[in-house]
């Protein structure tokens, strides 16, 4: 029904920057919240940043000031540029949207990404 498709993650030295994408397809009615999290090895999921349907944006305080949320509505994309990296922000990426599909507009269902690797290392 509705795919959630990650891309951009790879392996950065401290201090460099990365833009990770998150693009949904599929029978789309519309999409509420977008956002981030991440999964360091041992650890549990952590939520990142988040891009509201109205346009607000909130993020962990560990990348406040490093990472940026933006969204493209027409493309149905969510992205996260990192700037700054250090090697704690190692993880898998994934991102989470709340969705209204063409069969079901009243409720909205959550749909996970497949996760992209960030290492941070040099």
């Known amino acids: 029904q509705v795919q959630l498709v990650e891309s951009g993650g790879g392996l950065v030295q401290p201090g460099g920057s990365l833009r990770l994408s998150c693009a949904a397809s599929g029978s789309i009615f519309t999409i509420n919240a977008m956002d981030w999290y991440r999964q360091a090895p041992g650890k549990q999921r952590e939520l990142v940043a988040v891009?509201?349907?109205?346009?607000?944006?909130n993020y962990a305080d560990s990348v406040k000031g490093r990472f940026t949320i933006s969204r493209d509505n027409e493309k149905n994309t969510v992205y996260l540029q990192m700037n700054s990296l250090k090697p704690e922000d190692t993880a898998v990426y994934y991102c989470?949207?709340?969705?209204?599909?063409?069969?079901?507009?009243?409720?909205?269902?959550?749909?996970w990404g497949q996760g992209t690797l960030v290492t941070v290392s040099s």
């Open positions: 989470k949207a709340m969705v209204a599909t063409r069969e079901v507009i009243y409720r909205y269902l959550e749909v």
């Open positions: 891009f509201t349907s109205g346009g607000s944006t």
